[in-house]
């Protein structure tokens, strides 16, 4: 299984953890993951609010050079990357009369053709939960975990075709499958506030905030993410939630590529567990899942 | 009374220009504030969103472009998903903010947003992938924020989470080409969003409130 | 021949576009036209005076009128040429005005394009032949299929003018939706109380024959003469013996939830759907009754002293004929598991309006306590949520389903009635209170009884602490609404049964794209459908509150009784005929007939000195469509009144 590879401009920094464990995971199933020579930003949400022939030119761009490479679909960590991607695909492949926009200015013909996957969607439907239970070497027993899917995994629902739109499942059969517990909880698609990170930091407190209580109280010990900007939200500005709220969370945030990793056998240095703000070592040490001191 | 409406501002075209470049019929609204009730970030919004789709209904065009609601818009598409005349609310917001830009109508209070988004888009123009510590330095000195998420610096610094050099992709002139078709296909004057007299009345404001908050 | 032509002003409508009199002049200089004038209004008195004199002064055969579309006033002319002595088939129509002036604005090219029309019908009448009018018997007894307020209503009707009706249910009972209810809007009246005396009518009625259980197999022929085959389903209980004392379901050892309580009670596996059930009668659930899954049991036929449970009863099918037939089918509820922001129907505290009605009601499955039916406790705050299901293109229908306005505002006060103690939380978009007192009653429930009603639709439900949260807006006052709820009550809207489209297909009759039954005009034939003999009422049309099913199903038994007093329907002649000479018997014919009037006889052919194969068109089902002439290789089957002769006339006169 081989696939072009998006890493996406959070990958290479504040999410490097997510770049490192995905790949040790695509390593140890044997999926082979090439990353798109010279890529670039796909815009993410500046550019749609911007520009919107800018929003659908640049992952265009990346769209034509991963058909460069081969005939590989195009595979993505970052939540957002996948969503634009996506919206340009659909929209190149929909929208006949203003592609030609588009295609003047990336200066090549595009109808859509490359198929981009997220890499939870590769995982349990391509490479499927069967075949990855016969890898499991540790399961994760004991520790009870809240699925966080984010919005942008499965809005809107005729383009990113990844998952049911109000209850998804996809990682939470992950979850199951690798040994730990996914808990039922309501806020699996709220929004944690997204890009308004820098800018409006208030506002990702008080949503992020509420999703880590909500969280909490459904008895679960850690979060599992699928998208960069959720993992910082919710654990670079844990401590900030905590102060601005008087809460006392500790809720370590995962992403399911290092859990996965975790069951498979992957030493967790091999994983970039120690890069969370939000150390979630103890937690892992009392369930048993990596060794005590 | 909040608004007087005449009836030549419900006459203008600014119903019909949105739903034809946009194509999305916001005359089918029917008011149901089901947008509104799910909506996260409803709760520091001016208008709610069906309150600025009734406003577009009605024509009022600079209301609606130089409102907080439309760059509170966090793109969380739960509005989109859940309309029942199947509106796309997240593309109309999309669209307003676009025009907002485009005619140069940025509100007093909410300008760190529009800011940000240029400041992203240089970046990457400037080095194909975002350079983050530019990012949040450029941001946080036109924003007046100096000293914002300092303490959170160091720690990412060990954990080496942040670069200290940008990463330049190869074919840059080829980006920057694409990046000056945009501009002129949209009409838009990219280089306009930083308005150096809102930046200085915000830098003004920040550090007023500092030395009030001294006292 | 003598044809005469008639060219109408029609006020401005045509002649402010069309020359009508250098339409007249130039339609005297046809071939075969003897006479022809202009003149203001011929469909009015005066022009139809003007149309008999000239015939008789003139002594003309054919007449063509130059006017308006004869699907407005063809039936007129051909009575007014009839009272004057011509065969009522040799008149036709040039339809100048929706076919010319109100189309064109050119006034020369549209007085040519009418001269035109004039000459292509002249050209149609010179080769009409005179048709007489065919006569059906009627058949004498009215179908009735569905027992529910509406089909009762027109059983009750019909019964009363002394005509045998038969009703056929689906269910074990009659009674339909309105037995479920508890009390109705705005009255509050007891549903069972109003209802029950008419289901007790129908029953003693001795013109009535209710077959309950039952089911419509087969439907065939036309209005005045329909065979219909009714599947009697097999309740295992002998009708004649049984005597409804109730001991064998007292002994059935199977619980199983019961469909009439929607879920929310239990029934046995031999049951009674209801205590005031017509008839008194029970039936035998196969699916799970333990002696058909595994052979062991028979406690009920043990305990039975009249020895009428018999397990080896079948199903019966009878056959009988009908003069007409009402459909009075009725609605189902919206399936709200599609909404998965209120969670997918999982949820066991998110209930529906009829839900609702069962648990209010004193002889429901909770005695008429108002509860969580997920833990049984008691309930303070209750959301109603409306518009569920209605007015939805997304994940529903268009529509809106007329009633859940009320009846929310309904449960409302009989919520208030119930606990005092609770409080009742409506959100709404609009208020529909059309009918007779029924804004007093909102207004009354919103004044008196302390519901707080929000305008805003509720973007999601979610369970947490033991508690429902929902999260709605008030767009009045422009803000967010979250309500911790004990229960959420979905007015969901009223849609067509599941299979609506099937009992269509048998009758032959239209459906739109919700599978409602279509009428044959909107405004004003809102009871018939476009085939004769098969009348509408209730909800099976489009959702309607009782005093609406009511007054349905008293016009749809008006019309059926006008059919059933008559001796024999006249039916027109315009309809195909078969050239025996002429039909190679390939039968394409009779598969393209969308009405199954066609079907194949066998004639003596005495050239050839053999029996064979001929079509034979059933003249009371045949409409008159024409498919068949469009599929015949040798021209042997026309259409009286189009023929391929008149036709060809018309093209050629061009």
Redesign the interface.
């Known amino acids: 299984m081989k696939y072009a590879y998006f890493p996406g401009c959070s990958l290479h920094s504040t999410a490097k953890e997510y770049d490192i464990s995905a790949r040790a995971v695509a390593g140890a199933l044997g999926i082979e993951l090439l990353e798109i020579p010279d890529w670039v930003c796909c815009g993410a949400t500046p550019a749609h609010l911007t520009l919107h022939l800018l929003s659908l030119a640049l992952p265009v761009k990346n769209l034509l050079a991963a058909k460069k490479l081969g005939n590989y679909e195009v595979a993505t960590c970052c939540a957002a990357c996948f969503s634009r991607l996506k919206i340009a695909n659909k929209f190149m492949e929909d929208d006949l009369e203003h592609r030609g926009n588009v295609e003047e200015i990336v200066g090549a013909k595009y109808s859509g053709e490359v198929k981009v996957r997220h890499f939870l969607d590769i995982l349990v439907n391509v490479f499927g939960l069967k075949n990855i239970n016969q890898r499991v070497t540790k399961k994760l027993s004991g520790l009870k975990v809240a699925c966080y899917y984010g919005c942008l995994l499965t809005r809107p629902p005729e383009v990113t075709q990844l998952d049911d739109l109000e209850d998804p499942h996809l990682m939470d059969d992950l979850m199951k499958i690798i040994g730990a517990e996914p808990v039922q909880w309501p806020y699996k698609t709220e929004c944690c506030g997204a890009s308004f990170s820098l800018t409006k930091t208030d506002i990702v407190l008080k949503l992020s905030g509420d999703i880590l209580q909500m969280a909490q109280d459904e008895g679960a010990q850690a979060i599992v993410v699928a998208c960069p900007l959720c993992q910082s939200n919710l654990d670079l500005r844990q401590g900030m939630i905590n102060k601005q709220y008087k809460k006392k969370f500790n809720i370590p945030v995962f992403y399911f590529t290092q859990l996965l990793g975790l069951a498979l056998g992957i030493e967790g240095t091999k994983l970039g567990l120690e890069k969370h703000l939000v150390n979630p070592l103890p937690l892992l040490r009392e369930k048993g899942i990596i060794a005590k001191r | 009374m909040k608004f007087f409406i005449s009836q030549d501002i419900i006459k203008s075209s600014f119903l019909e220009t949105l739903q034809k470049d946009c194509g999305e019929k916001v005359s089918h609204c ?15 919004m001016d ?2 969103p ?2 600025i789709m009734r406003l577009v209904q009605l024509g009022m065009e600079e209301q609606v472009l130089t409102s907080k609601t439309i760059w ?1 818009c ?5 509005c ?7 509106i ?1 609310i997240a593309e109309i917001m ?1 669209y307003l ?2 025009r907002a ?1 485009q005619k140069q109508l940025i509100p007093l209070e909410e300008t ?7 400041i ?2 240089k970046n ?1 123009e400037l080095f ?3 350079y ?1 510590m530019g ?2 330095g450029m ?1 946080n000195i036109l924003s007046g924020n100096f000293f ?2 300092m303490a ?1 610096a160091p ?2 610094f060990l ?5 200290i050099f940008p ?1 330049r ?3 840059l002139k ?2 920057r ?3 000056k ?3 002129k ?2 009409k ?1 004057k ?1 280089n306009r ?1 930083l308005h150096p007299k809102l930046i200085i009345l915000n830098l003004f404001r920040k550090v007023i409130g500092k030395i009030e908050g001294l006292k | 021949m003598k044809i005469g032509v008639f060219v109408c002003h029609c006020g401005t409508n045509i002649a402010a576009t069309v020359d009508v009199e250098k339409v007249a002049q130039e339609a005297a200089k046809l071939p075969k036209v003897f006479f022809a004038t202009d003149y203001k209004y011929m469909c009015s008195d005066p022009g139809q005076n003007l149309v008999k004199e000239a015939i008789a002064k003139h002594s003309l055969d054919r007449i063509v009128v130059a006017s308006c579309s004869p699907s407005l006033h063809e039936k007129t002319f051909r009575i007014c040429v009839e009272a004057a002595g011509i065969n009522p088939y040799l008149i036709e129509m040039a339809n100048i005005r929706e076919h010319c002036s109100w189309v064109h604005h050119d006034r020369e090219k549209a007085t040519a394009k009418a001269i035109e029309l004039v000459r292509l019908a002249v050209a149609k009448v010179s080769c009409n032949r005179p048709l007489q009018k065919t006569y059906v018997p009627v058949e004498k007894r009215v179908l009735v299929i569905g027992g529910g307020i509406s089909g009762i209503q027109a059983a009750i009707d019909i019964s009363f003018a002394k005509y045998p009706v038969v009703m056929v249910e689906r269910e074990p009972s009659i009674g339909g939706r309105m037995a479920r209810f508890d009390k109705t809007f705005p009255t509050l009246d007891c549903a069972a109380c109003i209802l029950t005396p008419k289901m007790v009518t129908v029953a003693q009625s001795k013109y009535v024959t209710i077959h309950t259980y039952s089911e419509i197999e087969e439907v065939t022929g036309h209005v005045g003469d329909f065979t219909v085959k009714i599947r009697k389903k097999s309740r295992c209980v002998d009708l004649r013996k049984c005597t409804g004392c109730g001991a064998c379901f007292a002994k059935c050892p199977v619980k199983v939830p019961s469909e009439f309580d929607l879920g929310l009670g239990m029934r046995k596996a031999i049951y009674v759907p209801f205590p005031q059930a017509v008839p008194n009668i029970p039936v035998i659930d196969r699916r799970n009754c333990l002696y058909f899954k595994t052979k062991k049991c028979g406690l009920c036929k043990k305990a039975c002293l009249a020895e009428a449970i018999d397990f080896e009863i079948q199903d019966e099918i009878i056959e009988q004929k009908f003069g007409a037939i009402i459909v009075a089918t009725g609605f189902t509820q919206f399936d709200h598991s599609v909404y998965g922001e209120y969670g997918y129907g999982k949820f066991k505290d998110v209930i529906t309006g009829l839900h609702f009605e069962r648990m209010v009601n004193s002889s429901g499955p909770t005695a008429g306590k108002i509860i969580r039916p997920s833990d049984g406790k008691e309930v303070k705050d209750v959301v109603f949520i409306q518009c569920v299901g209605s007015r939805d293109e997304q994940k529903g229908m268009s529509y809106c389903s007329r009633l859940c306005c009320m009846y929310t505002a309904k449960h409302a006060l009989l919520l208030k009635e119930h606990n005092p103690d609770s409080q009742a939380y409506v959100f709404y978009i609009d208020i529909r209170a059309a009918g007779k007192n029924y804004e007093e009653f909102v207004k009354k429930v919103q004044d008196e009884y302390g519901a707080v009603y929000l305008r805003g639709r509720v973007s999601r439900i979610f369970e947490k602490g033991g508690k429902l949260i929902v999260k709605g807006a008030d767009t009045l006052s422009g803000s967010q609404i979250e309500i911790k709820a004990d229960l959420v009550v979905l007015a969901t809207g009223l849609v067509a049964q599941e299979e609506a489209v099937k009992l269509a297909q048998m009758l032959h009759i239209p459906y739109d794209k919700n599978n409602l039954y279509t009428e044959a005009h909107p405004k004003l034939a809102p009871v018939e459908t476009i085939t004769s003999g098969v009348f509408l009422t209730g909800a099976c049309q489009s959702p309607k509150d009782i005093p609406d099913t009511v007054a349905t199903a008293s016009a749809a038994s008006v019309k059926a009784l006008g059919l059933l007093i008559q001796d024999k329907l006249e039916r027109e002649p315009l309809i195909a005929k078969v050239d025996n000479k002429l039909c190679s018997s390939c039968q394409a014919c009779i598969k393209a007939c969308p009405f199954n009037a066609i079907e194949p006889e066998e004639i003596e052919d005495r050239q050839l000195k053999r029996k064979r194969i001929v079509a034979k068109v059933i003249e009371g089902v045949c409409a008159g469509c024409g498919n068949c002439t469009a599929v015949c290789r040798m021209s042997a089957i026309d259409l009286e009144g189009f023929s391929n002769r008149q036709i060809m006339e018309e093209i050629e006169a061009l």
């Open positions: 029917y008011q149901c504030g089901k947008c509104s009730a799910g909506c996260p970030i409803a709760f520091q208008y709610l069906n309150q509170l966090a793109s969380c598409l739960t989109t998903c859940r309309c029942p005349r199947e796309d999309d903010r676009r830009y760190e947003i529009p800011l940000f988004n240029k992203f888009l990457i194909g992938r975002l983050e990012l949040i941001f914002k998420d959170l720690k990412m954990k080496q989470k942040i670069g990463h992709i190869n074919n080829e980006l080409l694409i990046f078709k945009s501009g296909l949209a838009a990219r969003l």
